[in-house]
């Protein structure tokens, strides 16, 4: 059964950071692509962040520059660094690993 778990999610003042996990098992991690989305209170979810098997990346316009995402194919781990955070990237933050996705962390970013 395939199980991804998140953390690291919280309430964090604008410009602040938070580093989001990803914890996968019953897959073969290392062959799949991994992304996070997010979905902010009454809106659609939106791509935030991708990572082929070859760790190459891709971002969404609005985060690139502040966000990384890595992977770590040993640990069957992804993360997502998240610095100079604004009001705009409050939302719950989903992992998907496939086309599979996790329960999601929420992160509010708020003064």
């Known amino acids: 059964q395939v199980q991804l778990v998140e953390s690291g999610g919280g309430l964090v003042q604008p410009g602040g950071s938070l580093s989001l996990s990803c914890a996968a098992s019953?897959?073969?991690?290392?062959?799949?692509?991994v992304r996070w989305f997010r979905q902010a209170p009454g809106t659609e979810r939106e791509f935030v962040a991708f990572?082929?098997?070859?760790?190459?990346?891709d971002y969404a316009d609005s985060v690139k520059g502040r966000f990384t995402i890595s992977r770590n194919n040993a640990n069957n781990t992804v993360s997502l660094q998240m610095n100079n955070l604004i009001p705009e990237d409050t939302g719950i933050y989903f992992c998907?690993?496939?086309?599979?996705w996790g329960q999601g962390t929420p992160v509010t970013v708020s003064s």
């Open positions: 019953g897959l073969q991690f290392r062959w799949h692509v």
């Open positions: 990572i082929n098997r070859a760790a190459a990346e």
């Open positions: 998907i690993v496939g086309n599979h």
